[in-house]
């Protein structure tokens, strides 16, 4: 059964949602929203009142974004990573699952580091704290400061260049 013009706009506004929609589907704060926007991570269109209103499909690439930067993405990276994604339709299950085979190295380094976290946190880190028995064995000295600041012997996939620091 074919549809009209009249119901094929129908189902099409349908499927526009809100800024507070997505926000509320999303988590995101619209200014966030509003910000993705900017960075070309999300479109929208607008209405004849100059309201925002996006395709439903916006909140796979919203999820997508924030899973990239929870795994320590950059918004760079994953601009880049979005840039791959065909324009004019909702990626498929295929675009996604080819877009995150990127991830799997990373992801698997990163639950290595973390099980390494678990399992060490009660003994050196070679922080430089000295506190514990075994920094003596581990850290003499504290020949650990040479390798440059913070916990030296955490994994390197747990370490954020410059995270934390002040600039």
């Known amino acids: 059964m074919s549809r009209t013009a009249g119901e094929e706009l129908a189902v099409r506004t349908t499927d526009l949602l809100t800024v507070g929609e997505v926000a509320r589907r999303s988590g995101l704060a619209p200014s966030a929203l509003r910000y993705y926007e900017d960075q070309g991570l999300i479109s929208s269109s607008r209405t004849p009142g100059n309201q925002r209103r996006y395709q439903r499909s916006v909140l796979r690439r919203i999820a997508f974004?924030?899973?990239?930067?929870?795994?320590?993405?950059?918004?760079?990276?994953?601009?880049a990573a979005l840039a791959q994604l065909p324009d004019g339709r909702a990626p498929t299950r295929a675009d996604w699952t080819r877009l995150s085979q990127s991830w799997r190295g990373r992801l698997n380094e990163q639950i290595d580091a973390l099980i390494a976290l678990r399992d060490g946190l009660d003994s050196c880190i070679g922080c430089g704290c000295l506190s514990l028995r075994t920094c003596a064995l581990s850290n003499p000295g504290d020949a650990a400061a040479s390798y440059g600041p913070g916990a030296a012997y955490l994994p390197k996939a747990l370490h954020r260049d410059d995270a934390d620091r002040p600039a």
Do not use: N, Q, T
């Not at 974004?65 to 601009?79: H, K, Y």
């Open 65 to 79: 974004v924030r899973a990239a930067r929870s795994i320590g993405l950059s918004l760079d990276e994953v601009a």
